[in-house]
């Protein structure tokens, strides 16, 4: 058994509780409603407000289906550059107002437009649902800006943003960097921190198997690209990428995976792993100091590549 009293910090204990205070024990056999309830209550609570100078409008991308939400974050000293944020909650939960402020602080501390992307949900839209908005989001960004644009999302819109990288290696205006924080890209569920740490605080091997169920609606996507990143048997041409995991977290050696394949086709990828941090912990960048530097590496990771740097 992994020993989380040693390895996790008393700030980050403190986070955890404070999560868990919100959810009930049982939570996971909850409707999918009543999770999005709790979810959103929870993070209206860890709700840390707009830095000074962000402006925020909210629109829609209209496609032929329907209209995807759309939020777009920009600061005084506006650079040229958009960043597509893709926000996680295992595809059944969050949307525009869950990443709210990680948004906005994204915005202020790079000066880059920030187009934060509500896509569709599971269970009411399964598989490839989510990624079809993505992608029409990203092709949106690509055809009404004339400037670089970053993918970033963390969790399952690490995944999002991974699979349109993959998507998208053929575009005449391709991503010129993504930065996934603690994704999930279908690694080996046999090995390494899967194994190790399948019982972590806040996500759990139980967890991930109730949320790509609900994604799939149970079927079998062994192959798909658009649902496993790391299922694909060519990784040239990809983006630069930079991979923050936490290390108690089963989800953690996918992102070593990924930056593996990438650096094996030729291509550019660091992967850092945050000694002692749990998934989920970007809602603790205030109050926990590991998380508070690890942003700060999101922040300047999203910056550099922006700027087209490669500073590992």
């Known amino acids: ?33 009543q999770q999005r309830e709790i979810y959103d209550r929870m993070c209206r609570e860890f709700f840390a407000g707009y830095p000074e100078g962000v402006t925020v409008e909210t629109s829609a991308i209209a496609t032929p289906p329907h209209d995807i939400p759309i939020r777009i974050y ?49 269970p009411e839209y399964l598989h490839p649902a989510a990624f079809d908005d993505v992608m029409s989001a990203f092709e949106w960004a690509a055809a009404n800006r004339d400037h670089p644009i970053v993918l970033c999302g963390d969790s399952a819109g690490g995944n999002l943003c991974a699979a349109v990288s993959h998507a998208t290696r053929g575009h005449a205006k391709r991503p010129v960097g993504q930065v996934l924080i603690y994704p999930g890209l279908g690694g080996d569920r046999s090995k390494g921190s899967y194994v190790t740490h399948a019982e972590a605080p806040m996500l759990t091997m139980r967890d991930l198997d109730f949320y790509k169920n609900i994604r799939t609606g149970g079927v079998d996507g062994t192959g798909d ?43 550019r990828a660091y992967w850092f792993e945050e000694p002692g941090l749990v998934h989920g912990y970007l809602r603790a960048r205030h109050t926990v100091g590991r998380a508070r530097a690890s942003f700060t590496r999101v922040v300047d990771a999203v910056a550099a590549l922006g700027q087209g740097a490669w500073r590992w």
């Open 225 to 267: 690209i658009t649902q496993s990143p790391l299922a694909d048997a060519d990784f040239s041409n990809l983006p630069p990428t930079v991979l923050i995991t936490a290390e108690c977290d089963p989800l953690s050696s996918d992102g070593e995976a990924y930056r593996d394949r990438v650096v094996a086709a030729g291509g």
């Open 74 to 122: 920009r600061s005084a000293q506006q650079a040229a550059v958009t960043v597509l944020y893709v926000h996680g909650g295992g595809f059944i939960l969050g949307g525009l107002e869950s990443h709210d402020d990680v948004c906005a602080e994204l915005c202020a501390r790079t000066g880059y437009e920030v187009v934060s992307v509500d896509y569709r949900l599971a």
């Open 1 to 33: 058994m992994t020993d989380y009293k040693t390895l996790i910090d008393a700030e980050t204990w403190a986070f955890i509780e404070r999560t868990n205070s919100y959810y009930p024990p049982d939570t996971i056999d909850y409707t999918i409603a």
